[in-house]
């Protein structure tokens, strides 16, 4: 049987032990601050020699000073961009990114890391990662970046003395996109149609022009226009409503609509935490084991 002194003794240290484990993960807390923070990363493809944007964003820090962001891509040694102590520290940055990068320090403290890129190349496209560290912690996110070429279509009429030719133009198409069209009379029927779709390399010598006829089309049917490809999609409608009195080539009415979206892929997002958060775990073990 345990004497009331040993009693005491145990449950002394006990206690004391419990409260060596509170204290030390506190102090373990303060010192390190350091967990994992929320990165989320997203964007849309890129237009060849255009501005594009990688975004990313994270748990606002007050602290700006503590804020390090770091924008690297797989395959490239250097860095894409490193934003730290409230400024571009392009030191490491590799000469494929050079001149090319911004960071809106401005909106750095809101939790905005989002990455512009000038001029954007076809080789710009790959898996790019934004890293993030406050003084709350870090984290980082992954996303893939697609690059190609995408413009909006221009539609017109061609009025000769047998009817009209629609002509469906874009300038700036890559990969090479599809061209089909699609009719639809004022009730709903859709017309047949045999369009001639070419293609015309640029001075640049990627992207392509995209032109196409479609010859003997009716008055009153919304005739679209849909170039294609893997990263965008653009339609061009147009309508000519022609009075069945008048059939001279100048009574009519065209109403033109165009539009143009990107293809969106779901990013992923990975969170990650630094080697410092391991002090968390550590500093109570070291104290206990005393
Ligand atoms: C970040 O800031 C830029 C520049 O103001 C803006 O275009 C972009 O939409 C912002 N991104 C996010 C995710 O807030
Ligand atoms: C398409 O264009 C080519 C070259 O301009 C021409 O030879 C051909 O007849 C056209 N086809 C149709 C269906 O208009
Ligand atoms: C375009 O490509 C062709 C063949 O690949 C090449 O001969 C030509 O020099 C290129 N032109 C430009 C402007 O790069
Ligand atoms: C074309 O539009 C004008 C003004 O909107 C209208 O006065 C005219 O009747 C229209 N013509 C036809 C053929 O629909
Ligand atoms: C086209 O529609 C207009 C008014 O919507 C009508 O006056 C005209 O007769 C129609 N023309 C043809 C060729 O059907």
Redesign the pocket.
Known sequence: MASQGQVMFWSMTTVIIILAAVIALIIGFGISGKRSINVAAFTSPGNIGQSGLLGCTFEPDIWMGSIVIRWAKVGVAGLVHEFREGKDQLQEQDVVFQGRTVVFADQVIGGNASLELREVQLSDAGTYRCSVTTSRGSGAAVLRYRTGAFSTPRVQVQTSGSGHTLHCEAPRWFPRPTVHWTAYSEAGKCLPH?A?T?YELNSENITLKVVS?L?DTTANATYTCVIENSIAKATGNIKVTASSHHSSATDFNITRETSLHVVNLNTESVSSSLPACHWMLLLPMCLLSI
């Open positions: 045999a001639n070419s006829f010859h």
